[in-house]
């Protein structure tokens, strides 16, 4: 399986754990989904990006995602795009630094915590010329 959408899903913990052998997994679409169990959803996005095949999460709407979350998204795999549409507790500019850090081609921010300004001084200091 390349790609999987489980839009708008109460995920236990336990389902998140056997997504993680999903191992040719590359697109995944958790919009709106919400954690139930012992892991916080930002522990769950360590399990969901584990597939090293992982080239674009959606996240969208995702009101338990925060800043950790997003950094453990970026230490798996080579993320080429990532979407945190609406997911207001992203709001610190090291996450954006962590963005920044990976390579990704494209992010979707509309409506999420993180401040316009951070978001363009990041994207000016990764795209300028040298």
């Keep these: 399986m390349q790609s999987l959408t489980l839009t708008a899903f109460s995920l236990s913990d336990v ?3 056997k997504l993680r052998n999903l191992m040719l997994l590359e697109r995944l679409d958790v919009t709106g989904c919400v954690i139930s169990g012992v892991l916080t959803f930002d522990e769950c996005v360590h399990h969901l990006t584990a597939s090293e095949g992982l080239r674009t999460l959606i996240l969208d709407h995702c009101s338990q995602l925060t800043d950790v979350g997003i950094g453990r998204a970026m230490q798996h795999g080579p993320l080429r ?3 945190i549409v609406g997911c207001t507790n992203v709001t610190s500019p090291n996450a954006v630094t962590t963005i920044n850090s ?6 979707n921010i509309q409506g999420s915590g993180l401040s316009v300004d951070a978001v363009a001084t990041t994207l000016h200091a990764r795209f300028r010329p040298n």
Excluded at 102 to 107: K, R, V
């Design 15 to 17: 389902t998140i754990a």
């Design 81 to 83: 795009e990532l979407s």
């Design 102 to 107: 990976s390579q990704l081609l494209s992010i």
